[in-house]
């Protein structure tokens, strides 16, 4: 656990807990722990029950906001795509009049890549810290779904060229990845949206309507990630029509070789019975030869006819 003052988006490490307890004359205390930590932090900050218990719970929580007297608490999800797996992290955040707690069970690349923003943007206040910190989660799945989709246009290129079993594979896979990330979408829009509209007190009036730009960001990205669901089923159909097109020229191949070598079984069925007074051309010399030549050709001429055609 972490504990800095930050005033004006410089950070100071405070090495005393309990100095957070008491509103700093400048600025806001921004306390980053783990799930451990809040068997200590809950009595001091007063931290609801429910609230912790959301945040030791092992089930997956969904994107939701609860307001208590004191403080919010407020559950996002971050989101990182490794281009094999979609994982959603849960991101726990605590709000309060002078401080800000962000409880994780995995390092959370947002809570890194936050601190540059604090120093630009000189935050002073735990609303606006809380805004950064919404707006960078946001925006990273605006970046993953622009890599899903990269992703779905090369399978689909893989597909067209070179088909393969595998590839149903991942179809399947990664429809049902983003099935199941759509589903927490939804409530995470819902989750903005309060924050956007709802008479929040510890959240100023005038950032509010900044929220209302993470919205539609959060509106698009669910929007996106319908399309990416349709482009997943129009991916199968893909699939499943190239496998049909492949087996139907695996089977014209076949119809084709079927189809020369039928009249040369013909030839051969018929030499190869005993009739040597009836043909006696079986007693010519160098016949076998030329039955053999004549074979050749008529098969080469086959060939060509069907090649001139397209059917092989």
């Known amino acids: 656990m972490k504990t800095r003052l930050v005033h004006k988006g410089a950070f100071t490490l405070v090495d ?9 004359e400048s600025g ?7 799930v451990d930590d809040l068997e200590q932090l809950q ?3 007063h931290l609801h029950d429910l609230a912790v218990e959301d945040c030791l719970s092992e089930e997956e929580q969904r994107p939701k906001i609860e307001i208590y007297d004191t403080h919010y608490f407020i559950v996002i999800n971050s989101i990182r795509f490794d281009d094999e797996e979609i994982f959603l992290r849960a991101l726990n955040i605590f709000l309060g009049r002078h401080f800000i707690i962000t409880v994780t069970r995995q390092k959370i690349q947002e809570l890194r890549a936050i601190k540059p923003f604090l120093w630009d943007e000189e ?3 735990p609303d606006r810290f809380l ?13 993953v779904g622009d890599r899903i989709e990269d992703k779905i246009e090369k399978l689909e290129e893989d597909i067209l060229m070179h088909t393969k079993k595998s590839h149903l594979n991942e179809i399947v896979g990664l429809r049902g990845e983003i099935l199941w990330l759509k589903k927490m979408l939804v409530p995470q829009r819902d989750v903005v949206a309060t924050l956007n509209r709802k008479e929040l007190k510890l959240i ?6 900044y929220f209302g730009d993470i919205h539609e960001n959060a509106v698009k990205i669910v929007d996106t990630f319908d399309t990416l669901r349709d482009l997943m089923g129009n991916l199968r159909e893909a699939y499943q029509s190239s496998v049909a097109n492949r087996a139907n020229e695996i089977m014209r191949i076949f119809t ?16 190869g019975m005993n009739f040597t007074d009836i043909l006696g051309l079986l007693t010519v010399p160098y016949a076998d030869l030329f039955i053999f030549g004549f074979m050749g050709v008529l098969g080469l001429c086959m060939f060509l006819l069907f090649r001139k055609k397209g059917w092989i």
């Open 43 to 45: 009595p001091l900050f």
């Open 16 to 24: 005393d807990i309990h100095e957070a307890l008491t509103p700093p």
């Open 256 to 271: 084709a070789l079927t189809t020369i070598f039928m009249p040369l079984t013909f030839i051969t069925g018929i030499f």
């Open 131 to 143: 805004y950064h910190l919404v707006d960078l989660v946001v925006d990273n799945y605006v970046i």
């Open 123 to 125: 935050v002073n206040s």
């Open 28 to 34: 806001f205390y921004w306390i980053d722990a783990d």
């Open 204 to 209: 100023d009036n005038q950032l509010q309507k």
